[in-house]
């Protein structure tokens, strides 16, 4: 495979999985990561006594004899779960930690340098000088399972784009299931109070749509991975949308959404850009442009991750509290 080649496939999984494939929390309902294991931080003899485990993953179990103090991940959307629930500081190395740095949400843990970048695809040498107490992967590493298994216990856990799906699956790994809930709960607090407020603003059954310039057009999102914008929040979908896909600058005006929300091209691929759009007679007609509801966000907000998802909840609320 040629280096353009990977190239290639790592933007456009790395779009898949927080575009297409997919502003920092500091609103007052936003869980702190550093606080988000405060209870369990303040028993560590219960932690101690969960361990050794066992973990059920799915290649089958994998015996823990202690709590990991330090994990490699290979799959980042992990070790983002793993800065959700405030065990930052036990990931030192992640394959993928360039797209994380993208995103401003992530910078407060990736701003020393201290995590280790694996590679855009798993780098086994970088991984094994880490000498990892265990690496937490994802199936679509199967093809490395075997060499990864060789440098430290390995969890597998399957890909998925809701994030709840996921989260608790992670901290198992650490002991740190009540952390995960606790994010859970403060996530579906804070999904609900958005709610509420968007339908007393009017707002709700607006047409909406997700999206980031790709190319000479956008790519936009819809599908498992944006329900707490369309079916929880209540911003209406088009009938024709699929769960992502590539659309033009015309086939978005027959859309013409009462919102848009422009994600920031963070694979630097795109030809066509903002202020060209500015520009642009098309765009400006937009119904979304001209009644100042085109908003440009931190592309996180349209991606599957736990982190991103919550900041995307804050942008709603500011928007409908007339803050935006």
Known sequence: MSGLQKKSRFR?????????????????????????????????????????????????????????????????????????????DAVTGVVGLKS?????????????GRIADLGDEANLEKIMALAPDVIITSDYEEAIY????????????PVS??????????AEVIGEEEAAQQYIDSYHKKLDE????????????????????????????????????YKQLGFKEFDDMEDYGEISLE?????NPDYIFLGQDFTNAAELTADE??????????????????FIVDTEIVGPLAMGQFKGLEFMDQIMSGNK
């Open 146 to 157: 075997d060499k990864l298994v060789k440098i430290a216990p390995t969890i597998v856990i």
């Open 194 to 229: 958005v709610a509420a407020r968007m339908e007393q603003s009017g707002e709700k059954g607006k047409t909406a749509v997700f999206m980031m310039t790709w190319g000479k057009g956008f790519y936009y999102y819809s599908g498992p991975r944006m329900e707490p914008y």
């Open 12 to 88: 456009f999984r790395t779009a898949w999985l927080l575009g297409a494939v997919l502003i920092a929390i500091a609103g007052c309902g936003a869980p702190n990561a550093d606080k988000a294991n405060d209870g369990a931080a303040a028993e560590p003899a219960q932690q101690a006594a969960e361990f050794p485990k066992v973990i059920k993953d799915a290649k089958g179990e994998v015996a823990l004899e202690s709590k990991p103090e330090t994990i490699a991940v290979t799959y980042f959307p992990y070790a983002e779960h793993l800065f959700a629930i405030g065990q930052a």
């Open 251 to 255: 086939g978005l005006s027959k859309w």
């Open 277 to 294: 759009l500015a520009k642009n007679a098309v765009w400006n007609s937009l119904a979304a442009v001209k009644n100042k509801k085109m």
């Open 161 to 170: 784009e809701k994030w709840e799906d996921t989260i608790t699956k992670v």
């Open 100 to 112: 994380l740095q993208n995103f401003p949400v992530y910078k407060p843990f990736l701003s020393d």
